[in-house]
């Protein structure tokens, strides 16, 4: 039994050794889920005059952009939290340049409003599988894969 104060000692000193830390290739984005973001213009209208918002997601990384997600029709405060699945071509080999989401609310006849906007760095987030922001009273977390 007195061995055991001697060598645990040890094996905590061998497992708390950091690992050489992996660098990725690159990252896709698998999922976003919306907890908050302005439900109204800064004064006080709603995104749609008669119903909710139809809330999408679009990219801009540099000059690079993704295809925008679908929208969600009519999106309330009841909705929330929103989850968007996301396809094959949420890949990035830039992991420097900023990524911009913007959240805008589809329209049919008139120009997409413009909601809110977060960005974020991959190489601030490296190996993580997930990233929580809030910015510009928006809430949302990332889901990431990564690729070495
Ligand atoms: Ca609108
Ligand atoms: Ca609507």
Redesign the pocket.
Known sequence: MKKLFYILPLVLLLTSCEEPELSPRMVKITGITIYSFPMTASNGTS??Y?????LYIDWIQGDEKKSPTQHY???TNNSLPLNYELANDYMFNDLTTPVILKLY???DIDANDFISQVSFNFSDRLNRETIYINENNTNLIINLEWYY
């Open positions: 995104w749609d008669a119903s909710g918002t139809d029709i009519d999106v609310d589809f329209d």
